[in-house]
Protein backbone atom coordinates (compact mmCIF):
# COMPACT_ATOMS: atom_id res chain seq x y z
CA UNK A 1 0.00 0.00 0.00
CA UNK A 2 1.20 3.76 -0.08
CA UNK A 3 3.09 4.23 2.94
CA UNK A 4 6.13 6.56 4.25
CA UNK A 5 7.79 5.35 7.20
CA UNK A 6 11.06 6.30 9.52
CA UNK A 7 13.82 3.92 10.09
CA UNK A 8 14.54 5.64 13.50
CA UNK A 9 12.21 7.34 15.78
CA UNK A 10 15.00 8.97 17.67
CA UNK A 11 18.18 10.76 17.01
CA UNK A 12 20.63 12.09 19.05
CA UNK A 13 23.56 14.22 18.26
CA UNK A 14 26.20 16.81 19.36
CA UNK A 15 25.85 20.55 18.18
CA UNK A 16 27.91 20.48 15.00
CA UNK A 17 27.21 17.12 14.23
CA UNK A 18 26.22 16.40 10.67
CA UNK A 19 22.64 14.43 11.28
CA UNK A 20 20.43 11.98 8.75
CA UNK A 21 17.08 11.45 8.82
CA UNK A 22 15.96 8.64 7.12
CA UNK A 23 12.96 8.06 5.54
CA UNK A 24 11.42 4.79 3.51
CA UNK A 25 8.82 5.03 0.97
CA UNK A 26 6.88 1.82 -0.46
CA UNK A 27 4.91 3.40 -3.50
CA UNK A 28 7.22 3.37 -6.32
CA UNK A 29 4.19 5.89 -8.34
CA UNK A 30 5.62 8.90 -5.67
CA UNK A 31 6.94 11.64 -7.45
CA UNK A 32 6.49 14.16 -4.87
CA UNK A 33 8.46 14.31 -1.48
CA UNK A 34 8.82 16.94 1.25
CA UNK A 35 10.31 16.96 4.74
CA UNK A 36 9.02 19.19 7.38
CA UNK A 37 10.09 20.35 10.82
CA UNK A 38 7.86 20.77 13.88
CA UNK A 39 8.36 22.38 17.06
CA UNK A 40 6.86 21.29 20.26
CA UNK A 41 2.91 23.12 20.20
CA UNK A 42 3.58 24.49 16.68
CA UNK A 43 2.54 23.65 13.19
CA UNK A 44 5.06 21.91 10.70
CA UNK A 45 7.44 23.93 9.17
CA UNK A 46 8.48 23.16 5.30
CA UNK A 47 12.18 22.78 5.33
CA UNK A 48 12.90 21.61 1.43
CA UNK A 49 11.27 19.24 -1.05
CA UNK A 50 12.14 17.24 -4.31
CA UNK A 51 10.98 15.41 -7.12
CA UNK A 52 11.47 11.99 -8.14
CA UNK A 53 13.19 13.51 -11.35
CA UNK A 54 16.09 14.65 -9.08
CA UNK A 55 18.33 12.65 -6.79
CA UNK A 56 19.59 15.44 -4.76
CA UNK A 57 18.43 18.96 -3.40
CA UNK A 58 20.33 21.67 -1.70
CA UNK A 59 18.92 24.39 0.76
CA UNK A 60 20.90 26.47 3.62
CA UNK A 61 22.57 23.87 5.82
CA UNK A 62 20.07 20.74 4.90
CA UNK A 63 20.05 18.48 1.93
CA UNK A 64 17.35 15.94 0.65
CA UNK A 65 18.84 12.94 -0.80
CA UNK A 66 16.24 10.36 -3.01
CA UNK A 67 17.63 6.78 -4.21
CA UNK A 68 13.99 5.85 -6.42
CA UNK A 69 15.79 2.64 -6.49
CA UNK A 70 15.44 1.40 -2.84
CA UNK A 71 12.86 3.95 -2.42
CA UNK A 72 14.37 5.20 0.49
CA UNK A 73 14.59 9.34 1.26
CA UNK A 74 16.67 11.02 3.81
CA UNK A 75 17.87 14.76 5.20
CA UNK A 76 20.75 15.50 6.21
CA UNK A 77 21.13 18.86 8.18
CA UNK A 78 25.23 20.14 8.46
CA UNK A 79 26.42 21.44 11.33
CA UNK A 80 23.46 20.80 13.55
CA UNK A 81 22.14 23.52 15.98
CA UNK A 82 20.48 22.93 19.45
CA UNK A 83 17.43 25.09 17.50
CA UNK A 84 17.47 22.29 15.11
CA UNK A 85 15.85 20.04 18.10
CA UNK A 86 12.52 18.93 16.67
CA UNK A 87 10.72 16.37 15.27
CA UNK A 88 10.99 15.90 11.39
CA UNK A 89 8.37 14.50 9.09
CA UNK A 90 9.00 13.15 5.64
CA UNK A 91 5.87 13.35 3.53
CA UNK A 92 5.19 12.01 -0.04
CA UNK A 93 2.69 12.57 -2.79
CA UNK A 94 2.10 9.32 -4.91
CA UNK A 95 -0.06 10.78 -7.70
CA UNK A 96 -2.74 8.65 -9.65
CA UNK A 97 -6.34 7.92 -7.88
CA UNK A 98 -4.08 9.48 -4.30
CA UNK A 99 -3.79 12.78 -6.30
CA UNK A 100 -3.86 15.93 -3.87
CA UNK A 101 -3.10 13.51 -1.20
CA UNK A 102 0.56 14.29 0.65
CA UNK A 103 1.31 10.73 2.91
CA UNK A 104 3.22 11.62 6.06
CA UNK A 105 5.46 9.73 7.88
CA UNK A 106 5.39 9.14 11.81
CA UNK A 107 8.03 11.52 12.29
CA UNK A 108 11.95 11.37 13.90
CA UNK A 109 12.91 13.09 16.95
CA UNK A 110 16.13 14.93 16.82
CA UNK A 111 18.02 16.27 20.21
CA UNK A 112 21.08 17.99 19.71
CA UNK A 113 22.57 18.35 22.69
CA UNK A 114 25.17 21.25 23.32
CA UNK B 1 2.67 39.29 7.44
CA UNK B 2 1.34 36.34 4.78
CA UNK B 3 0.35 33.13 7.00
CA UNK B 4 -2.53 31.29 8.11
CA UNK B 5 -4.07 31.70 11.02
CA UNK B 6 -6.08 29.16 12.94
CA UNK B 7 -8.36 29.64 16.05
CA UNK B 8 -8.91 29.09 18.77
CA UNK B 9 -5.55 27.62 19.85
CA UNK B 10 -7.57 25.69 22.15
CA UNK B 11 -10.59 24.11 22.62
CA UNK B 12 -13.48 21.85 24.61
CA UNK B 13 -16.23 20.28 23.39
CA UNK B 14 -19.23 18.50 25.44
CA UNK B 15 -20.69 15.33 24.92
CA UNK B 16 -23.19 15.54 21.74
CA UNK B 17 -21.73 19.14 20.87
CA UNK B 18 -20.49 20.10 17.13
CA UNK B 19 -17.46 22.55 17.60
CA UNK B 20 -15.93 24.46 14.60
CA UNK B 21 -12.64 25.21 14.09
CA UNK B 22 -11.35 28.26 11.94
CA UNK B 23 -8.79 28.63 9.60
CA UNK B 24 -8.23 31.69 7.28
CA UNK B 25 -5.28 32.05 5.14
CA UNK B 26 -3.96 35.34 3.20
CA UNK B 27 -1.55 33.47 0.76
CA UNK B 28 -4.01 33.97 -1.85
CA UNK B 29 -3.60 30.16 -2.18
CA UNK B 30 -6.10 27.84 -4.29
CA UNK B 31 -5.71 24.34 -2.33
CA UNK B 32 -6.25 24.14 1.63
CA UNK B 33 -6.49 21.12 3.78
CA UNK B 34 -7.15 19.91 7.30
CA UNK B 35 -5.52 17.34 9.18
CA UNK B 36 -5.48 15.47 12.21
CA UNK B 37 -2.38 14.69 14.27
CA UNK B 38 -2.51 12.37 17.61
CA UNK B 39 0.21 12.13 19.86
CA UNK B 40 3.60 10.14 18.30
CA UNK B 41 1.82 10.09 14.74
CA UNK B 42 1.92 11.64 11.79
CA UNK B 43 -0.70 13.56 10.19
CA UNK B 44 -3.92 12.21 8.69
CA UNK B 45 -5.58 14.37 6.57
CA UNK B 46 -9.24 15.01 6.72
CA UNK B 47 -10.71 17.02 4.05
CA UNK B 48 -9.20 19.16 1.54
CA UNK B 49 -10.32 22.04 -1.20
CA UNK B 50 -8.43 22.63 -4.53
CA UNK B 51 -10.64 25.78 -5.11
CA UNK B 52 -13.26 27.50 -3.61
CA UNK B 53 -16.86 25.58 -3.67
CA UNK B 54 -15.04 22.74 -4.08
CA UNK B 55 -13.92 19.64 -1.43
CA UNK B 56 -12.85 16.24 -1.25
CA UNK B 57 -13.00 13.82 1.79
CA UNK B 58 -9.62 12.38 2.97
CA UNK B 59 -8.77 9.51 4.80
CA UNK B 60 -10.41 9.98 7.86
CA UNK B 61 -13.28 12.72 6.93
CA UNK B 62 -16.09 10.65 8.77
CA UNK B 63 -17.48 12.74 11.69
CA UNK B 64 -16.18 15.58 10.25
CA UNK B 65 -17.30 18.43 7.92
CA UNK B 66 -16.14 21.55 5.70
CA UNK B 67 -17.21 24.28 3.55
CA UNK B 68 -15.36 26.28 1.05
CA UNK B 69 -17.24 29.50 0.45
CA UNK B 70 -14.30 31.94 0.36
CA UNK B 71 -10.88 31.28 -0.92
CA UNK B 72 -9.00 32.53 2.20
CA UNK B 73 -11.68 30.54 4.62
CA UNK B 74 -11.92 26.39 5.08
CA UNK B 75 -13.59 26.14 8.37
CA UNK B 76 -13.75 22.41 10.24
CA UNK B 77 -16.47 21.42 11.76
CA UNK B 78 -16.19 18.27 14.39
CA UNK B 79 -19.56 16.52 14.84
CA UNK B 80 -21.06 14.79 17.46
CA UNK B 81 -20.08 11.63 15.45
CA UNK B 82 -16.66 11.97 16.06
CA UNK B 83 -16.57 10.17 19.28
CA UNK B 84 -12.29 10.39 19.35
CA UNK B 85 -12.13 13.92 18.82
CA UNK B 86 -9.25 14.78 21.22
CA UNK B 87 -6.19 15.61 18.68
CA UNK B 88 -4.20 18.32 17.52
CA UNK B 89 -5.82 19.89 14.08
CA UNK B 90 -3.87 21.42 11.41
CA UNK B 91 -4.72 23.81 8.40
CA UNK B 92 -2.58 24.07 5.58
CA UNK B 93 -2.99 25.77 2.32
CA UNK B 94 -0.66 25.70 -0.87
CA UNK B 95 -0.38 27.51 -4.25
CA UNK B 96 -2.49 25.13 -6.42
CA UNK B 97 -1.71 22.15 -8.21
CA UNK B 98 -2.72 19.88 -5.01
CA UNK B 99 -0.07 17.85 -3.85
CA UNK B 100 2.79 18.70 -5.89
CA UNK B 101 3.14 22.01 -4.27
CA UNK B 102 4.87 22.47 -0.34
CA UNK B 103 1.81 22.75 1.76
CA UNK B 104 2.29 25.87 4.42
CA UNK B 105 1.00 25.17 8.11
CA UNK B 106 -0.73 27.37 10.86
CA UNK B 107 -0.34 26.52 14.20
CA UNK B 108 -3.01 24.27 15.09
CA UNK B 109 -5.69 23.93 17.72
CA UNK B 110 -5.98 21.73 19.96
CA UNK B 111 -9.23 19.98 20.91
CA UNK B 112 -9.84 18.38 23.57
CA UNK B 113 -13.43 16.41 25.45
CA UNK B 114 -14.80 18.08 28.75
Known amino acids: GESVGLHLPTLSVQEGDNSIINCAYSNSASDYFIWYKQESGKGPQFIID?????DKRQGQRVTVLLNKTVKHLSLQIAATQPGDSAVYFC?????????????FGQGTILTVHP | DGGITQSPKYLFRKEGQNVTLSCEQN?????MYWYRQDPGQGLRLIYY???????QKGDIAEGYSVSREKKESFPLTVTSAQKNPTAFYLC?????????????FGDGTRLSIL
Open chain 1, 50 to 54: IRSNM
Open chain 2, 49 to 55: SQIVNDF
Open chain 1, 91 to 103: AENAGGTSYGKLT
Open chain 2, 27 to 31: LNHDA
Open chain 2, 92 to 104: ASSIGQVGRQPQH
